[in-house]
């Protein structure tokens, strides 16, 4: 821990300073006359440099310019032989010289010392000027180098160089090997530490000079360096804190040489001087702003790194371009403002938040803007297709977040977005079509679960919330739901913004589209009502909620999801998915009217449990989730409690499906689950089924997997009969007849009945 000297006030304390810095300052200088004549080592002198820098340090602030020059003196004589001296002391001198600048002599450093530490500085750190690629093997020595080289910048040593604002012409050459050193530092220096400390001594140079001409010659190379630096071929390579810095070295420089108010200064200073200046200013800006953009094309190649403190820095450069280089670098426009809505898409919600009110606040200043975003906007919407058919999950879900912000951003604006929005719900429907199309088709397993299984699990009621979960049906595994995540990220903007619209137009499609593309349109229709959880079907039940008004678009979606799935499972037009898709309407439907919906089970209940036969495992399971959130909202107590209450509707059901001999084996499945759910009390409603069950046997006894399968359903009958106490054909024990016996008639009754026969023809 450094312990700064408390500065004492009068001729005292200055003489207490004085008499603590002599001893090792002299035995220093003494150390250092002996080296040169061999008498010392130059550990000795690493020694007693070692003893001067606590010295320094607990001094602080209290130094002052004349103390500054005294114990500068032996340290010139260490510099003086820093070529037979190691590494070690010469790094030690530094960091005294690091103390003297930036808390003695601080900006009363005279003119001729700046330039010769100047001099001396860029000789330590980068080697002399004819050899300028020359290294330092210690890495310690060219890092604090560059540190005393930012202290001196910042002790406004470039200014005293100049002359009524302008750099003189025999200190240009210097401060042009300076700006080498430095950018050979940022782009080749051996080590993180170097580099920022060469980073920050540019950016001192760069505030401190006070000659836009003298720094419009650096600026190239300055601008090609630090582009170097940041767009090498792995970027994430590089330490952050690099690519940070220097993205900011390089805003602070185009901001001082490429500012409109820059230049409008530089402009008017030009025509004092030379009389056409401005010809001459208009060429150069023009040749240098085509130059400029190559270059940042390189540094928004950033915009995905995922350090915060890189997008920061890259927010705030291109923010910095459009407000503050408007007029120079206009031709960047379009390319900046689209790095910053991409530095608004891929962060958490905080910083998203704060990003975007920055970006919203930069359009309302500058509203030439909003219409260079629209135009950014279209160009994505119709490239949103083509996208999501690509397999570059990367490229889709920046595409499809570089949307969503724009939206944002825009409708945070008042802007109108009518035609955008009839070519964005378009471009939707294609895009997930388009997704679906190239996802990988999911196996269809051969080891789903049995009627006794799906019966077992739906004794379990509502209790088993992640089997009342229904998982996406277009979008599997962990990209497809960060796809889907963004997709309806898009769909909730559009319902925001012209839900009915919108919902008019895919319903309208409905019937028309097929294949994937009639998929994604009842998709888009499920993204457009509200989510489906168990959790808040849960709290409308306790809360005793009213149900929603009905929706025309979503009766007609659900009128049409019945009849997809009226159709058999064998049909082959249906896919998994369509069926799955149509379930999850039904369940939104279920949701939104509650109670309302029982008398709907008539129609809908009997296909949601042929699909719990079903052999495609996501099928079944969607359709037990299915059914478990339709008991929910019916207010059962459970999916079994459902299937009991309304065994009559299903056994008509499958009545009708059983005198078509239809032999799929769902139908037999769905009636051994209903046999095993409701037991004996189902028994006597099963005449007509189990009179088409042995028609059929006798019709296709050949088929062992039908005949084992209808016996399997006969069994269960007979196992739940045989469970039963009392007869299950009669309410009691004694067996009463609905009519009364017949008996025959006697030969006068049939006499007398003949008699009146005829009578009553002759009348």
């Not at 100047?118 to 020595?141: P, Q």
């Not at 499920?526 to 959880?533: A, H």
Request: a negative charge; one cysteine or more; glycine letters at 4%.
């Amino acid at each position: 821990m450094v312990i700064c000297w408390k500065q004492s006030e009068g001729r005292e304390g200055r003489e207490e300073r004085i008499i603590m810095l002599k001893p090792p300052c002299v035995e220093l200088n003494q150390v250092v006359l002996r080296f040169k004549t061999n008498k010392s080592l130059s550990k000795d002198v690493i020694g007693k440099l070692e003893c001067l820098v606590p010295v320094l340090l607990r001094f602080g602030t209290s130094l002052d310019d004349k103390l500054a020059d005294y114990v500068f003196v032996p340290l010139s004589y260490v510099f003086g032989e820093r070529k037979a001296l190691p590494a070690r002391a010469i790094e030690l001198a530094l960091q005294c010289l690091h103390v003297l600048i930036s808390s003695g002599w601080r900006d009363r450093l005279s003119s001729d010392l700046g330039f010769q530490l100047l001099l001396l500085l860029s000789f330590v750190a980068g080697g002399d000027v004819v050899d300028t690629k020359t290294k330092h093997a210690d890495e310690e020595v060219g890092a604090i180098a560059c540190k005393c080289l930012g202290s001196l910048f910042h002790a406004s040593v470039a200014s005293s160089l100049s002359e009524n604002g302008a750099i003189q012409v025999e200190h240009i050459p210097l401060l042009g090997h300076v700006v080498t050193v430095l950018l050979d530092a940022v782009t080749d220096g051996p080590s993180t530490e170097v580099r920022l400390s060469a980073l920050d001594a540019l950016d001192a140079l760069i505030t401190s000079i006070p000659d836009q001409a003298a720094l419009k010659s650096f600026f190239p190379g300055i601008v090609s360096s630090l582009t170097k630096a940041v767009s090498l071929r792995s970027p994430q390579s590089r330490p952050y804190k690099v690519l940070e810095r220097s993205i900011r070295c390089l805003e602070q420089v185009l901001v001082k040489v490429l500012g409109d108010t820059a230049l409008l200064l530089g402009k008017d200073h030009d025509e004092h001087r030379l009389g056409n200046g401005e010809d001459e200013s208009s060429s150069w800006i023009k040749a240098t702003s085509s130059q400029v953009k190559l270059a940042l094309g390189n540094v928004v190649s950033l915009r995905g790194h995922d350090k915060v403190q890189v997008q920061d820095a890259l927010f705030s450069l291109s923010t910095s371009v459009l407000q503050k280089c408007q007029k120079s670098l206009s031709n960047c426009t379009t390319m900046m403002l689209e790095t910053l809505v991409a530095l608004c898409s891929e962060v958490d919600e905080t910083v998203h938040t704060e990003r975007l009110n920055k970006v919203i606040v930069t359009l309302d200043s500058i509203p030439e803007l909003i219409d260079v975003l629209k135009e950014s906007l279209y160009d994505w919407i119709v490239a949103l297709p083509r996208v999501m058919g690509s397999n570059d999950v990367i490229k889709r879900k920046r595409t499809i977040q570089l949307i969503s912000a724009s939206f944002q951003l825009l409708s945070s604006t008042g802007t109108e977005l009518g035609l955008l929005n009839d070519l964005m719900v378009s471009n939707l429907q294609s895009s997930v079509s388009a997704v679906s199309r190239s996802s990988i088709p999911q196996v269809v397993s051969s080891v789903s679960e049995g009627p006794l299984e799906v019966t077992r699990m739906l004794q379990f009621g509502n209790a088993d919330v992640t089997s009342s979960s229904l998982e996406p049906v277009l979008f599997a595994g962990a990209s497809g739901k960060d796809i889907m995540i963004s997709l309806q990220a898009l769909t909730g903007q559009l319902k925001a913004l012209s839900k009915t619209p919108v919902l008019q137009r895919l319903v309208d499609a409905l019937r028309t589209s097929t294949g994937d593309n009639q998929k994604a349109n009842l998709w888009l229709i499920l993204q457009l009502f509200d989510d489906m959880k168990l959790e808040e079907f849960e709290a409308d039940k306790l809360l005793n909620l009213p149900p929603d008004e009905p929706d025309p678009f979503l009766d007609d979606a659900y009128a049409y999801s019945l009849q997809i799935l009226e159709k058999s499972t064998y049909d082959d037009k249906v896919d998994w998915q369509m069926q799955a898709l149509s379930l999850q309407i039904i369940a939104l439907q279920a949701h939104r009217q509650n109670q309302d919906f029982r008398p709907e089970l008539v129609d809908a209940l009997y296909p949601i449990l042929e699909r719990m036969g079903s052999s495609h495992t996501a099928l079944q399971h969607h359709a037990i989730a299915t059914l478990r959130i339709v008991s929910t909202a019916c207010n059962y107590p459970s999916a079994s409690a459902l299937i009991i209450s309304n065994a009559d509707y299903l056994v008509n059901s499958l009545s009708l499906k059983l005198n078509l001999f239809d032999i799929s084996p769902q139908a037999s499945q769905v009636m051994l689950m209903m046999v095993r759910l409701c037991g004996e009390k189902l028994i006597p409603y099963l005449d007509d089924p189990i009179g088409s069950i042995f028609m059929i046997l006798a019709s296709y006894h050949g088929y062992p997997r039908l005949v084992e399968s209808l016996f399997e359903v006969l069994n269960a009958i007979v196992e739940e009969g045989s469970k039963s106490k009392n007869d299950l054909l009669t309410d009691s024990s004694e067996l009463k007849p609905k009519h009364p016996p017949y008996k025959p008639p006697s030969i006068l009754e049939a006499t007398s009945r003949i008699s009146a026969l005829r009578t009553r023809q002759q009348q």
